[in-house]
């Protein structure tokens, strides 16, 4: 088979041709597109040239369905719906019952034999099979228009978000996967100094599979039926139990047996995850097992959690997949600490009795500017206001000349609730009119957990309604200029979705979205109909909004 088969999912990303030609095949099929709610897709035979430049040859049925019941109307509709007849003269019908129809029938068969070679019929039909299709569209062809990029699925936009828990287990599980993988085989590469670790294929293959079987269209978008996702839950759940074990397993084997002479009782080991340098990361260390080792930490650029189980300190320079050795001394002790300032100060409670660390005064000035109560924080990299709802009111980029980055007279953080009732499936779609039909959530208290000089941690719960609540937790490192949003969702709402803004002051006509193998771009205006059908849209890992020479990025986990 040469044929990339794939006639119904919710949209087409933009790296599949690559993985096209890089999977042996030469040709890519769908009709999935004729359902577009807005605008009509223009070709319907066309060179499909994916985010590399990787071109592929693609082929939508006119027919506009994979189950096409052989009729003379399909035939018909097939001929006038073809959008390319000036390069080619041929398409492709695909027919019979499907979602378990019973595929084919007899009837269908032979309506397409006594279709063949009638005189004054709108097209010549016979039987053949796709590879036959595929290679005579391709011999006879010419001049055929090329599409790049993405082919965007203008309906089913509500697969972006429902089954919310699955969508975020399925990122939880490829992360653990992967870090296992790396680990395993670095402890490969050092295998003849190791011992206490057993990578077994088996186990992995099947940890594997699992991640790929909830993957499944429909598993994944959110459009299965509810049993599926109980037994989606238990896939996942086994997958980060099994894939915790063999990570952590991994990592003491490689420790045990690289470091612990080296480092001697009291080094710390810290792994770097990610394939390149960071140069700050801020670490958490168990105070017990810290203890144990007679290490002292009566040090002045360490803080504790909340709880008092962790302390935190800095770790720099760690390499790419790499380790790196420390003793408690060695963590960074040239930190520019967090500072936090308030218009509440009543309400900050404990604080430091360090002042280089932690100042706490009254903020006149800034009241003037900003009538409600406020919790500033500033680090190295920002200045940033919360009120004590924990929406953004101001972010100040100090290391750009104090560019403020909220625009006047908004906030950042603001959760809104709109109303989710589509023109068919729930499950499905999102309507473009529901962006009409939104308002404010109420908000709730904001406290400060933890205050420097490491990290600052704002906690924010909202009961959003009387059956569903929001609780954050608002982390600022010291070292980083990322504002983590760690927010979880207590959801028992019908037909309403979600959201949560952060208006920039950034001017660009586009963002940038993460895909694999890359980026695209999609714009941020409605000027015409199919700027307006991209309403919602999805990313992996980051959006970048960014004029010339600035910018801002969202990321998740």
């Known amino acids: ?260 002479q080296k480092g001697g009782n009291d080094a710390l080991i810290v792994y770097n995850p990610r394939p390149w340098l960071r140069k700050s990361v801020l670490v958490e260390l168990g105070v017990v097992d810290v203890m144990k080792r007679g290490i002292k930490l009566d040090l002045v650029d360490v803080q504790y959690n909340s709880t008092g189980e962790k302390l935190l300190a800095i770790a720099e320079n760690l390499p790419g997949y790499g380790f790196k050795s420390f003793s408690i001394e060695e963590f960074s002790a040239a930190v520019c600490p967090i500072q936090v300032r308030t218009t509440k100060r009543a309400d900050l409670g404990v604080i430091s009795e360090d002042e280089d660390y932690v100042l706490v005064t009254p903020l006149t000035t800034l009241t003037k500017q900003f009538p409600e109560e406020l919790v500033i924080i500033e680090t190295q990299y920002f200045k940033a206001s919360f009120d004590w709802h924990g929406r953004l009111v101001s972010l100040i980029d100090v290391l750009s000349d104090n560019r403020e980055i909220i625009p006047n007279n908004e906030k950042g953080n603001v959760f809104k609730m709109f109303e989710d009732v589509p023109l068919y499936w729930d499950a499905w779609d999102v309507e473009v009119y529901h962006l009409e039909k939104g308002w404010d959530v109420p908000v709730g208290d904001m406290v400060v957990e933890e205050y420097g000089p490491l990290r600052v941690v704002l906690v924010v719960l909202h009961q959003i309604t009387n059956l569903s609540t929001i609780s954050q937790r608002i982390v600022i490192s010291a070292v980083s200029p990322v504002i983590e949003f760690d927010t979880t969702v207590e959801w028992h709402e019908n037909r309403r979705l979600l959201k949560v803004e952060f208006p920039v002051e950034i001017m660009c006509d586009y963002a940038t979205y993460e895909t694999q193998f890359g980026y695209i771009q999609r714009p941020t205006h409605y000027n015409t109909s199919w700027d307006l059908a991209r309403f919602e849209v999805c990313a992996h890992k980051f959006v970048d909004f960014s004029e010339h020479g600035y910018g801002v990025a969202l990321l998740n986990d």
Request: with cysteine; net charge positive; hydrophobic share 35%.
């Open 1 to 260: 088979c040469s044929v990339f088969w794939l006639p119904d999912t919710f949209g087409y990303s933009a790296q599949l041709p690559q993985i096209v030609k890089s999977a042996g095949l030469k040709y890519f099929f769908t009709q999935k597109l004729s359902w577009n709610n807005i605008n009509r897709f223009p070709n319907t035979t066309f060179n499909w040239v994916g985010l590399d430049g990787t071109p592929v040859l693609t082929h939508f049925s006119p027919a506009d369905t994979y189950t096409a019941q052989a009729s003379v109307r399909d035939i018909s509709f097939m001929v006038k719906n073809n959008k390319d007849k000036e390069y080619t003269n041929t398409s492709l019908l695909v027919y019979g019952n499907g979602d378990g129809g019973g595929g084919p029938l007899k009837a269908m068969l032979e309506r397409i034999d006594r279709m063949q070679n009638v005189k004054g019929f709108p097209a010549s039909v016979k039987h053949g099979d796709p590879n036959e299709f595929y290679e005579r569209l391709e011999k006879n062809s010419r001049d055929m228009v090329s599409w790049k990029g993405e082919l965007y699925f203008e309906l089913h936009r509500g697969t972006y978000t429902s089954q919310a828990k699955t969508k975020k287990y399925n990122r939880t599980c490829e992360g653990l996967l992967q870090t296992v993988e790396a680990l395993s085989a670095i402890y490969l590469v050092h295998g003849k100094m190791m011992s206490g670790f057993n990578y077994s294929k088996k186990e992995m293959d099947k940890m594997w599979k699992y991640v790929l079987l909830n993957q499944f269209h429909d598993v994944l978008p959110g459009s299965c039926i509810g049993l599926a996702y109980e037994d989606a839950t238990k896939f996942h759940e086994e997958v980060i139990k099994s894939s915790s074990e063999f990570r952590d397993n991994a990592f003491s084997a490689i420790v045990s047996s690289l470091f612990t």
